[in-house]
C-alpha cells in the first residue's frame, strides 16, 4: 500500500515533467531564465575555461566592467556539489540547468516528505505535502528569472527543520551537524537571504519545541548548546563562499545600502489576491499591473493547499503544532510585506538581515509552515475518515458545517462572478486597486487580464467544489479507499499548479543570444592588443554575452556591482570619452552616427557603426606625476571635467616621487596575461607609478623584481604600483590564499561530522 502512493505520486511526477519540460534536450537548448542568460550562463562558461584549460579557479572576471571578482561577488554558483560536479562532466552547460533543476525539484519533495513524517503524520499527507512544495511557486516560477540559488536553498528548508527536528526528539548533536551541513550548502548555492530567514525560522521552531513540547530543563540545555555549536559549524561547511562574499559586500554597491533599497520588492498586501487567483495582477511580464516595478514570478502554491488549513486545528495531538505553524506562517507573511510593515525598520539595524533587500522572500518559509499546516489538516480529515477519533470528529462537527457553509457562500459568490465578469466589469475593480499607477498597462492588456481573472475564477470554482465533495464522500464513507481520494485530490492539485507553473517554463536556442559574437570576433581579430569596448547598441542583447567571444567591455550585469564603478557611474563620469581613454575603452559601438571629438569610424552598416578611439590609452601605462585628492568627490568632480589625457596619475597616498627635467621613457612589454596572473617586464629612465587598468580590490597583490610591493588605489578605481627607474620585472596576481584557508575549514568541518556520521551509523547497527 505504501509503495502504492509513492508509485503513483512518482507516476504523475513523470507526466508533468513531460509536460512542464518537453523539448528540454534539444541542441543547443536550455531553460531559459533571465539572470540564467545574463549571468548564470556566461559566468559558468568562463568558470568552465579557467578549470579545464587554465587549472585555475575562476577567481577575476575580467570581462566587465574594469574586472571584477567572481566568486567572491556572489553571482556564480561555483562550490555547490551539482554545480561543481557539472564542470567536469561532458554534458553541454545549456543542459546542465533543467537536470539540476529536475534535482532540486526531488530533493524538495524528499525533505518536505522526510520532515512531515517526523511529525508522525501518514505516508498520504506526508507525500501530499511533498508535491504541494515540490510544485510551489518558489521551487518552479522562479526557474524564470534564473535564480537557481535561491531554487536551492528552497529545495534544502525541509532537511533542516527535518534534521532539527531529529535532534531535538533524539538528543543528538549529529542531527544539529547535519542541519548545520544543509545550511552550509545554502551559502554555497549562493541562497544567503534564504540561509538567514530560515536560520531565523529555526530558532522560532527550537524555541517551540523546547518550551511547548518538550518541557524538559536539562535537556533543553543541552539541545541548545548542540544548536549554538551547529551554527559555528555553519560557517565552516560554507566557508568556501560565505568568507570570500563577506569580504566583498564592502566592496560592492550594497556597501551604500539605504532603507530605500533594503525595503525594495517588498510584498504589497493587496497581492495577497494572488494566493488565490494567481493571475489577478497579470501574473508576469507585460501583463503584469501590480505593486512591484515588474514581476517575473508567482509564490502561488494552489488552492487546495488553503482548503486543508482549517482541517490542521480540528485533532488535539496536532493542535499547539498547528497553532504554532499558523502564528509562524502569519508572522512571516507580515515580514514579507516589508516596508508596508511599520516594525519592519527594526530589521535595518540587525546585521545580516540589513544587508538584504527584497522582503518578499520571506515569503519561502510562508510557503514552508503553511504547506506544512496543509498537510496537518490532511492528515487529520485522513484520522477522521477511519473513525479512529469519533469523539473528537463529534465535538467538531459544527466546525465541519460551518466550513461547508462558509466554502459554498464562497463559491456560489464566486459563480455569480463569473457570470458577470467582463471588461467593463474588471478595469473597475483593477482602476479601484491600481490607483492610476499602471494604467497604461491595464488599459493594453484588459482582455488578456480579464480572460485571466476568468480562468482562475473558474478554477477556484472546480477545485473548491471537487475538494468539498471528496471530502465529503470521505468524511460520510460514501468512498472508503483512501488511495482513490488521496490520488484524486493529488490530480486536482497537480492540474491546478501545471496551468500556472507551465507559463514560467520556457526553453530556448542560445545561439539566438549569441550570434552577433562571430560578427565582433571578426571585426577584432586582427587587434592583438588588450583593449575594452564600450557599447550602446544593445547589439550584445542581453548583456554579458561579451564573455563568450572573450571580448573586454566597460560595460556589464551584475547583481553586485563593484562600488567604484558604480559610483563613477553614478556620477556620469564615463560620459567624458578622456576617462574612457584612461581606462583602456578602445571601440565604440553605436546604432547611429557619432559625431564624439577623438574618434574614427572603422565599420559602417545600416544598423551598426563602429568607432575606434585615437587616443585610447593602453592597459598598462607608466606615469612620472603625481596628482593627490583629498576626497573621492574632488576626484570625480576633476575626472568629469578633464578636456585631456592627463599627464598625472590620481591618487589618495602620499607618494614621493622626485621630480626632474628629463623627459619621461618607457618601455612596457606585456609577458603573461592570465584573468588572475599578469606578469610584465617595464624599462624606464625614471622613478615613477604604473599603472594597470583592473578594478581596484585588496586581494590584487604585486611584486617588483620578486620583491612584494604595495598597491594604490589609482584614477579612482585602477591599481598603481611604484617602479623604480630601470629595468622592473612587475607581477599582478590575484591572492587565493583567503580561499584556499576556506578549504582548509571546510576540510576540518567535512572530517569532524564523518566522525559523528561513523559514530551514529555503527549505533545504528549495533541497535538493529
Known amino acids: 500500500m505504501k509503495n502504492k502512493n509513492l508509485i503513483f505520486a512518482g507516476t504523475i511526477f513523470f507526466i508533468i515533467c513531460l509536460y512542464l519540460f518537453n523539448g528540454a534536450f534539444e541542441e543547443n537548448n536550455f531553460l531559459f531564465g533571465a539572470d540564467t542568460l545574463a549571468l548564470s550562463l556566461p559566468f559558468k562558461a568562463f568558470a568552465k575555461e579557467m578549470l579545464l584549460r587554465y587549472h585555475s579557479l575562476p577567481l577575476w572576471l575580467p570581462h566587465i566592467f574594469f574586472g571584477t571578482p567572481l566568486i567572491d561577488s556572489t553571482n556564480l554558483i561555483f562550490f555547490y556539489p551539482t554545480d561543481f560536479l557539472f564542470y567536469f562532466l561532458p554534458i553541454p552547460l545549456t543542459h546542465t540547468y533543467i537536470i539540476d533543476f529536475i534535482i532540486h525539484l526531488m530533493l524538495a519533495f524528499s525533505g518536505m516528505y522526510l520532515f512531515l513524517k517526523a511529525l508522525e503524520l501518514r505516508q498520504e499527507a506526508a507525500i501530499l505535502g511533498g508535491m504541494f512544495y515540490m510544485l510551489s511557486g518558489i521551487m518552479v516560477s522562479f526557474a524564470y528569472v534564473g535564480h537557481f540559488g535561491n531554487i536551492k536553498a528552497a529545495a534544502l528548508i525541509p532537511f533542516i527543520f527535518y534534521f532539527t527536528k531529529k535532534g531535538i526528539d533524539e538528543q543528538k548533536f549529529f542531527y544539529f551537524l547535519t542541519a548545520a551541513l544543509f545550511f552550509g550548502l545554502q551559502i554555497l548555492g549562493i541562497g544567503m537571504q534564504i540561509m538567514a530567514y530560515t536560520y531565523f525560522a529555526v530558532i522560532l521552531f527550537l524555541f517551540y519545541e523546547l518550551f511547548f513540547v518538550l518541557k524538559d530543563i536539562q535537556k533543553s540545555k543541552k539541545i541548545i548548546i548542540y544548536f549554538v555549536i551547529s551554527t559555528v559549524a555553519i560557517l565552516f561547511f560554507g566557508a568556501l563562499q560565505f568568507f570570500q562574499s563577506m569580504a566583498f559586500t564592502k566592496y560592492s554597491w550594497r556597501a551604500n545600502f539605504n532603507y530605500e533599497n533594503f525595503i525594495s520588492w517588498s510584498f504589497h498586501p493587496k497581492e495577497i489576491i494572488s494566493f488565490f487567483l494567481p493571475q489577478f495582477f497579470g501574473l508576469k511580464d507585460n501583463t503584469y499591473w501590480g505593486a512591484y516595478e515588474f514581476n517575473q514570478t508567482t509564490y502561488y502554491f494552489g488552492l487546495i493547499t488553503f482548503l486543508f488549513i482549517p482541517f490542521g486545528f480540528f485533532i488535539k495531538k496536532y493542535k499547539n503544532t498547528s497553532i504554532f505553524l499558523g502564528v509562524s506562517a502569519f508572522l512571516f507573511l507580515i515580514l514579507g510585506f516589508g516596508g508596508y510593515t511599520p516594525f519592519y525598520k527594526l530589521f535595518y539595524y540587525i546585521p545580516i538581515f540589513n544587508s538584504f533587500r527584497n522582503p518578499s522572500r520571506f515569503l519561502y ?174 547589439i550584445w542583447y542581453p548583456p554579458n554575452m561579451n564573455i563568450f567571444s572573450k571580448i573586454e567591455t566597460i560595460s556589464g550585469y551584475h547583481g553586485l556591482v563593484p562600488l567604484n564603478y558604480y559610483k563613477l557611474l553614478k556620477e556620469q563620469v564615463f560620459n567624458n570619452i578622456i576617462v574612457n581613454n584612461i581606462f583602456n575603452v578602445k571601440y565604440y559601438v553605436f546604432n547611429t552616427d557619432n559625431n564624439m571629438p577623438g574618434l574614427l569610424k572603422i565599420f559602417d552598416s545600416e544598423r551598426i557603426k563602429i568607432y575606434k578611439s585615437v587616443e585610447a590609452m593602453e592597459r598598462f601605462v607608466f606615469y612620472d606625476k603625481i596628482l593627490k585628492f583629498k576626497s573621492e568627490n574632488e576626484m570625480i568632480n576633476y575626472m568629469k571635467g578633464l578636456i585631456k589625457i592627463p599627464e598625472q596619475i590620481f591618487l589618495f597616498d602620499d607618494v614621493q616621487i622626485t621630480d626632474d627635467t628629463v623627459e619621461k621613457k618607457y618601455e612596457i612589454k606585456v609577458l603573461e596575461y592570465m584573468p588572475t596572473h599578469i606578469k610584465l617586464k617595464i624599462n624606464t629612465n625614471k622613478d615613477g607609478l ?79
Open 365 to 538: 518559509i510562508f510557503t514552508f509552515f503553511t504547506i506544512t499546516l496543509a498537510s496537518i489538516g490532511f492528515n487529520n480529515i485522513l484520522l477522521f475518515s477511519e473513525k479512529k477519533l469519533n469523539e473528537e470528529k463529534e465535538k467538531n462537527e459544527k466546525l465541519f458545517k460551518l466550513f461547508y457553509f462558509v466554502s459554498l457562500i464562497i463559491i456560489l459568490f464566486s459563480f455569480i462572478v463569473i457570470l458577470f465578469l467582463n471588461t467593463d466589469f474588471t478595469k473597475k475593480i483593477i482602476y479601484l486597486l491600481d490607483n492610476g499607477h499602471k494604467k497604461e498597462i491595464i488599459n493594453n492588456n484588459i482582455n488578456l487580464i480579464t480572460g485571466m481573472i476568468k480562468e482562475d475564477v473558474l478554477f477556484f470554482i472546480l477545485i473548491s467544489s471537487g475538494f468539498l465533495v471528496l471530502i465529503y464522500l470521505l468524511l460520510r464513507n460514501k468512498i472508503k479507499s483512501v488511495f482513490i481520494i488521496f490520488s484524486l485530490i493529488l490530480i486536482l492539485h497537480c492540474i491546478d499548479m501545471a496551468r500556472i507553473n507551465k507559463k514560467f517554463i520556457f526553453f530556448s536556442d542560445i545561439r539566438q543570444f549569441t550570434n552577433s559574437n562571430s560578427f565582433f570576433e571578426q571585426i577584432f581579430k586582427n587587434d592583438n592588443s588588450i583593449f575594452r569596448v564600450a557599447d550602446f547598441s544593445n
Open 690 to 768: 604604473l599603472f594597470a587598468s583592473l578594478m581596484y580590490y585588496p586581494r590584487w597583490r604585486a611584486k617588483v623584481n620578486n620583491m612584494q610591493t604595495k598597491i594604490y588605489r589609482a584614477n579612482f578605481d585602477g591599481i598603481g604600483i611604484f617602479v623604480k627607474k630601470g629595468e622592473n620585472l612587475v607581477e599582478l596576481y590575484y591572492d587565493s590564499i583567503p580561499i584556499w584557508v576556506s578549504f582548509l575549514l571546510t576540510i576540518f568541518i567535512m572530517i569532524f561530522y564523518f566522525r559523528f556520521f561513523k559514530i551514529e551509523y555503527i549505533d545504528k547497527k549495533l541497535k538493529n
